[in-house]
């Protein structure tokens, strides 16, 4: 038996499954646990299991599995780590991430070194070690009371066998009072009867049982909440108490969803299982939040112009931020998605985003929408309208501007055009001789200084910043003069003042674009201060207002 100890306690562990179809809510769910034991003064840490065979998510376009969320340390990782780290307001390694090409490059790395000592190298036990070995390395060096694991995919998904099977060997391993399984699976209602169907969450219990893991709580995801009918069967044959299910029913927001549970009895439930000692939660600034986020007395939309608009998923972290923003301001922020290519065919339809409150251009790579993109920014800065843009929008920002004001004929990324004959951006020099896509970019935190004077450092009230970075272009410095003498101004660069990192229009209402991704340090009640700015001059414009009030 292998037990971590935390000092004197050991070191707990949660694994969270899902059945009957993949985005059940896993995500939602496992950030709420560890919300609930939060706010009982546990500490906490969460990992991300994806049983897809890529390293990471970086290398995987957004329309197959949404945005790509950058950690700290550079990770590329999957999007439920944004989630974890809004809830929990923690900021995770990217150690937190495992997926299967990690595990299996691990452990062939170890084969052709001899580590195995001519043993036949097999699913078990090599590859369920190194599963297990990563999740306590994880526990070790977070030093945590609760280590919360949440298993991607679909129980009876191959793809994600040999991880449950490594979870199943820790409750052997670290004992039943040291080990929670949690499984989510979905409660259909029939449309014609209004009955609500139990037995496919009953055949994914099967399924997991038929595993080797009989589930200690059940989390009935649904449309409303379960009836006592159903949380009877659910009980009865998943083998549990009825105190042992809960409901996960749809609600305004997401960040009810802890609240829901735990009024539900699951924060007490869980710390009684695992032997956590009982105290009572805090959920004074969560609730004060929420009921902000509830009770707006402002509306504001935004029109997001993107490249991958067809799935909201492609923005998670972005969405959330500008709501959070909108909180702050006491504004519900309704977003509307826009295809750049429409401006693109039919440049007519840029009189639709005369209805909106601010134009926002997020990230993206490729010439696809380019053109579209740099129409809307142009829209925006003509008209004075609101505008903010991340990263790519930041590039195109600077692409517009250099051709409709500074002249620069044809001016675009050698990204979209690798012959345009004004490269106002490019790729970075260290990029050059870069072959592999994977983890290449300029990944991570960076320090940003800010200069004084500047809607920058009103924002974010400080000369020193540290942002995180996806990217591989960058502003061409060959450019900097023209643009500047024409009125960009870049008032964030790195420290040695070669990147430009931030760039506003002085003479305009709000118009503002960074190279980094703030939205990946937004938090609720916390929010990113260039989302924050950009809908407090939504708000301020529409109000009538003649400049910003910060």
């Known amino acids: ?98 997926t299967t090409g990690q595990i299996y490059q691990a452990v062939i790395g170890k084969e052709r070194k001899g580590d195995f000592l001519g043993r036949c190298v097999q699913i078990v036990p090599h590859i369920t070690d190194e599963i297990k070995h990563r999740i306590r390395l994880v526990a070790k060096q977070s030093e945590v009371d609760v280590v919360l694991t949440e298993c991607g995919g679909t129980v009876g998904d191959i793809e994600g066998l040999p991880f449950l099977e490594a979870i199943r060997q820790m409750r052997l391993e670290e004992g039943f009072e040291n ?21 496919p969450l009953q055949h994914s219990v099967n399924e997991l049982r038929r595993i080797g893991i009989q589930p200690d709580t059940i989390v009935a995801r649904s449309r409303k909440m379960i009836d006592s009918e159903a949380l009877r069967k659910i009980a009865l044959f998943g083998t549990i108490p009825e105190t042992a299910v809960f409901c996960s029913y749809n609600v305004p927001s997401i960040y009810q969803v802890p609240l829901i549970l735990d009024e ?12 956590l000692p009982e105290r009572k939660p805090d959920w004074s600034g969560w609730k004060q939040f929420v009921d ?34 909108g909180v702050a301001c006491q504004s519900q922020v309704l977003i509307e998605y826009f295809e750049a290519e429409i401006f693109e065919r039919n440049p007519s339809k840029l009189e639709l985003l005369k209805k909106y409150d601010g134009i926002f251009v997020p990230y993206g790579f490729g010439p696809r ?44 990324s ?38 004084k004077g500047t809607l920058a450092h009103k924002l974010y009230g400080a000369e020193e910043i540290y942002e995180r970075h ?39 209402f709000f118009f503002f674009a960074s190279q980094f991704h703030g939205e990946f340090k937004s938090r609720p009640g916390s929010p990113d201060p260039e989302y924050y700015g950009f809908i407090k001059a939504c708000l301020d414009k529409k109000l009538g207002k003649s400049k910003l009030d910060f």
Not at 9 to 38: D, E, N, W, Y
Not at 64 to 83: K, P, R, S, W
Not at 264 to 275: A, N, S, T
Not at 296 to 325: C, Q, T, W
Request: net charge positive.
């Open 369 to 412: 929408g380019t053109e579209g993109k740099i129409k809307a920014i142009r829209f925006a800065r003509e008209n004075s309208v609101p505008f903010l843009g991340i990263c790519y929008g930041f590039q195109m920002a600077v692409a517009e501007f250099a051709r409709n004001v500074c002249g620069l004929e044809q001016a675009n």
């Open 1 to 98: 038996m292998v037990l971590l100890l935390r000092g004197n306690a050991m070191v707990k562990f949660i694994f969270v499954t899902g059945g009957v179809l993949s985005s059940v809510g896993k995500g939602i769910a496992t950030s709420s646990i560890g919300k609930m034991l939060q706010t009982r003064g546990f500490k906490v840490t969460v990992i991300k299991i994806d049983p897809y065979v890529n390293v990471d998510a970086g290398t995987m376009n957004p329309y197959i599995h949404g945005e790509v969320y950058v950690t700290d340390d550079g990770g590329e990782t999957d999007l439920d780590l944004g989630g974890y780290e809004r809830f929990l307001n923690i900021n995770l390694p990217k150690e937190n991430n495992i």
């Open 470 to 508: 996806r990217h591989r272009w960058e502003v061409n410095p060959d450019y900097l003069d023209i643009l500047r003498k024409h009125g960009l101004v870049f008032s964030g660069k790195s420290p040695d003042g070669r990147r430009m990192e931030i760039l506003e229009l002085p003479d305009k």
């Open 414 to 451: 050698t990204e979209v055009n690798p012959d345009t004959p004004n490269p106002v951006i490019d790729l970075m020099p260290e990029q050059k001789g870069v072959k592999h896509k994977g983890a290449t970019m300029r990944l991570g935190a960076h320090k940003i200084v800010v200069k």
């Open 264 to 275: 539900q009895g699951m924060g007490k439930y869980i710390c009684k299982r695992l032997d």
């Open 292 to 325: 902000s986020l509830l009770n707006p007395r402002f509306e504001v939309k935004i029109a997001l112009i993107g490249k991958y608009a067809g799935l909201v998923d492609s923005y998670v972290s972005m969405n959330e931020a500008l709501r959070h923003g």
């Open 179 to 199: 080990t929670l399984y949690v499984h989510i699976a979905l409660v259909p209602i029939l449309d014609v009867t209004g009955e609500m169907k139990t037995k």
